[in-house]
T-cell receptor, first 115, second 114 residues
Framework: AQKVTQAQTEISVVEKEDVTLDCVYETRDTTYYLFWYKQPPSGELVFLIRRNSFDEQNEISGRYSWNFQKSTSSFNFTITASQVVDSAVYFCALAPGGSQGNLIFGKGTKLSVKP | DSGVTQTPKHLITATGQRVTLRCSPRSGDLSVYWYQQSLDQGLQFLIQYYNGEERAKGNILERFSAQQFPDLHSELNLSSLELGDSALYFC?????????????FGPGTRLTVL
C-alpha cells in the first residue's frame, strides 16, 4: 500500500522558533519521489521541494531544510527561525514509481507562527 | 504564480446541477492532473491526462468526467451534484507524465453545492 502519514495535525510556535514537520511514507517501490507543498491561507498549493529515492542527501534552502532517511521512511521538513509568513498548511506527498505521476498526499500539518 | 490557470475561482450551484471547471496548464506542459480537496478526504487524485489521452484514474466518481483538448487545456465536468461534492478542485500540470516530474498547481476552484 502507498501511504503518507503526517502525524502532527497542528503545530503552534512563536516567531523565531525552529519547527520540524514530520512525514512518514509507505511504498514497496524502489524508485519514487517525495515532495513538500505549502498551502497558505489564500489556498493555492506551492511547490517547495522534490527528492528522489536514491538521493538521501539533506537539502537546505534558506531557512528551509529537509532530512530524508530511507531507513525510517521519513522525509522531515525543518523551518529555522520561523516567521509569521510561514503560517500555512504543509503537505508531504509521494509519487510512486512508474509512468503515472499522481501524487499521494498526507493529511497536512497546519503550522501557526505567532508574533 | 505557478503558471497554471483555473476558472472560475468560485462556483456556487444547487444539488442536481452540472458544472464545468477549466484548467490551462503551464506553457509547454503536456500533463494535466485533477485533484479534489475536502475536509474529510483531504487531497485526492482524480484523473490525469497526457497530451490529450487519459493516463491514470484515481478516486473519480462516475458522475465526474474530464478531457484534455488539442490546445492542452483541460475541463472537469461534474454532474448530478451532491452536497458532498463541495470542495476545492485543483488542477496541476507537469512537463511529461511520470513520477519524475514536478506538478505545479493552479489556484483552485472552490465549488459550493447548496
Amino acid at each position: 500500500a502507498q501511504k503518507v502519514t503526517q502525524a502532527q495535525t497542528e503545530i503552534s510556535v512563536v516567531e523565531k522558533e525552529d519547527v520540524t514537520l514530520d512525514c512518514v511514507y509507505e511504498t514497496r517501490d524502489t524508485t519514487y519521489y517525495l515532495f513538500w507543498y505549502k498551502q497558505p491561507p489564500s489556498g493555492e498549493l506551492v511547490f517547495l521541494i522534490r527528492r528522489n529515492s536514491f538521493d538521501e542527501q539533506n537539502e537546505i534552502s534558506g531557512r528551509y531544510s529537509w532530512n530524508f532517511q530511507k531507513s525510517t521512511s521519513s522525509f522531515n521538513f525543518t523551518i529555522t527561525a520561523s516567521q509569521v509568513v510561514d503560517s500555512a498548511v504543509y503537505f508531504c506527498a509521494l509519487a510512486p514509481g512508474g509512468s503515472q505521476g499522481n501524487l499521494i498526499f498526507g493529511k497536512g500539518t497546519k503550522l501557526s507562527v505567532k508574533p | 504564480d505557478s503558471g497554471v490557470t483555473q476558472t472560475p475561482k468560485h462556483l456556487i450551484t444547487a444539488t442536481g446541477q452540472r458544472v464545468t471547471l477549466r484548467c490551462s496548464p503551464r506553457s509547454g506542459d503536456l500533463s494535466v492532473y485533477w485533484y479534489q480537496q475536502s475536509l474529510d478526504q483531504g487531497l485526492q487524485f482524480l484523473i490525469q491526462y497526457y497530451n490529450g489521452e487519459e493516463r491514470a484514474k484515481g478516486n473519480i466518481l462516475e458522475r465526474f468526467s474530464a478531457q484534455q483538448f488539442p490546445d492542452l487545456h483541460s475541463e472537469l465536468n461534474l454532474s448530478s451534484l451532491e452536497l458532498g461534492d463541495s470542495a476545492l478542485y485543483f488542477c496541476a500540470s507537469s512537463l511529461l507524465a511520470g513520477d519524475t516530474d514536478t506538478q505545479y498547481f493552479g489556484p483552485g476552484t472552490r465549488l459550493t453545492v447548496l
